[in-house]
């Protein structure tokens, strides 16, 4: 995924794939576990036609194959799946209108209720 606007030199954009994404998490995962922690894991948000430049291709390949993995690697203790949550049904790309803050990328208010009716708190116990 490209991180527009990220931080340095005449700020170019930083890609990060599927396969860094699930090298990031397993690294958290693990030290989680070392600290006898449970670790849990939330899936990434759609975000097509997004005001800020996330949406492309690439990004949105990385999007649903970090997703994929995520909800079926069993490296996590636990998944919520904001994707699921807050996608819109007929363009699963995208954020429900609902829960759009305006920018097609972050949740609004009623979208951040959606991601917390999202947790199964079976896994909080």
């Known amino acids: 995924m490209e991180h ?49 430049g996330f949406c492309s291709p690439a990004n949105e390949t990385a999007r649903t194959t970090f997703n994929h993995w995520l909800r079926t690697s069993g490296e996590y203790d636990g998944v919520i799946d904001f994707d699921k949550a807050l996608r819109d049904p007929s363009d699963p790309q995208r954020l429900q209108a609902r829960y759009d803050s305006g920018d097609h990328l972050h949740p609004n208010d009623a979208g951040a209720e959606a991601m917390a009716q999202a947790v199964p708190l079976k896994i909080l116990r």
């Not at 958290?28 to 997004?50: M, W």
């Open 4 to 52: 527009p606007g990220s931080p340095g030199p005449a700020r170019i954009a930083v890609r990060v794939s599927a396969a860094d994404l699930v090298d990031a998490h397993r690294q958290l995962i693990a030290r989680a576990h070392e600290r006898g922690l449970k670790a849990y894991g939330g899936t990434i948000l759609p975000f097509k036609d997004d005001t800020l």
